[in-house]
């Protein structure tokens, strides 16, 4: 029994709840795994995990021993890039997802400079705007905008996305320029729905100015559940968009979006990068943070508010 091999199958069963997801995210075999666990549990004379045709819990023993083995793997991880100076240079793959408008226009655009620094980390990127299972889906880190509600994360605040109100030339020619954002609820004037993956419907937008305090939804005539479609609808002329100002720069710059509502504010959204609270943080996902927050800072930094 390789030992190394048999706690990283303990751990990730332990993780996903189940031996069949396990032995998928670690491309073995079921039976591999399987064997693996009870040669482990038969080396350590102890039960590691109830087992029923639904579902396997881990063992108060188990899950004592689960909490030494990540730390020991995470540790054994680390202990390989110290060698021979690789401390600078950490290795492995990175399991991570990201939504689609940033992935895009930022992340993906800055990753040579990434992979300059850490040539031997390997990224396989999950891009969605979907809510992602971190602990079934074998996710090392997700990045995401919006308050995070998810109390088994450790959330790391990378950057505050600066929103606007938007629509085409296209649709300003048709429905008109509105003057209130009222008018997106009470009249002919439509904006593009944004399924939000927590609830599945389009939430309000605060925005206000120095007299009203408002929270609007607005009717659509389309809604969609992703960021990359979201835009390319309100360039359609579809309706008018609620955008981050990451997204809109080059669009407003082109004459193809115009900003709506001077002289009202839209609440910035935060934006996280979250991970497993029961994971110790591998030197390759510490340096990935590091640069996601790095970059951010350069297009979305975080709004120092007075008083925080």
């Not at 910035?268 to 996601?292: C, E, G, T």
Request: glycine content about 6%.
């Amino acid at each position: 029994m390789d030992r190394f091999d048999a706690m990283q199958a303990f751990a990730r069963v332990v993780e996903a709840g189940s031996f069949t997801k396990a032995a998928e995210t670690l491309h073995m075999s079921k039976t591999t795994v399987t064997q693996l666990v009870q040669q482990l549990e038969a080396r350590l004379r102890v039960k590691l995990l109830n087992r029923t045709t639904r579902k396997v819990n881990v063992t108060a023993d188990g899950a004592i021993y689960y909490e030494r083995v990540i730390k020991l793997l995470a540790d054994m991880d680390d202990a390989e890039t110290s060698l021979s100076g690789a401390s600078l240079l950490p290795k492995g793959r990175l399991r991570v997802d990201v939504p689609s408008p940033l992935a895009s226009l930022i992340l993906i655009p800055a990753l040579p400079e990434f992979h300059r620094r850490y040539p031997d980390i390997q990224i396989d990127m999950g891009v969605s705007d979907r809510i992602v299972d971190i602990i079934d889906e074998n996710v090392d880190c997700v990045v995401r905008g919006g308050e995070l509600l998810d109390q088994s994360l450790i959330a790391r605040r990378v950057g505050d996305l600066e929103l606007g109100v938007f629509a085409a030339p296209s649709y300003l020619a048709r429905e008109g320029v509105p003057q209130h954002p009222r008018e997106l609820e009470n009249s002919h004037h439509r904006v593009v729905g944004f399924l939000w993956a927590r609830t599945g419907k389009p939430v309000p937008y605060a925005i206000s100015n120095q007299s009203e305090n408002l929270r609007i939804t607005g009717q659509h005539v389309l809604a969609v559940d992703d960021g990359n479609a979201y835009l390319a609808a309100g360039l359609a002329g579809l309706g008018v968009l609620w955008l981050p100002k990451y997204m809109s720069r080059l669009h407003e710059g082109r004459g193809e979006l115009m900003p709506l509502f001077e002289g009202w504010q839209l609440e910035s959204m935060p934006l996280y990068v979250a991970y497993p609270q029961n994971r110790h943080i591998s030197l390759k996902l510490r340096v990935f943070i590091d640069w996601i927050a790095e970059l951010m800072a350069q297009h979305a930094p975080v709004i120092t508010r007075s008083g925080s």
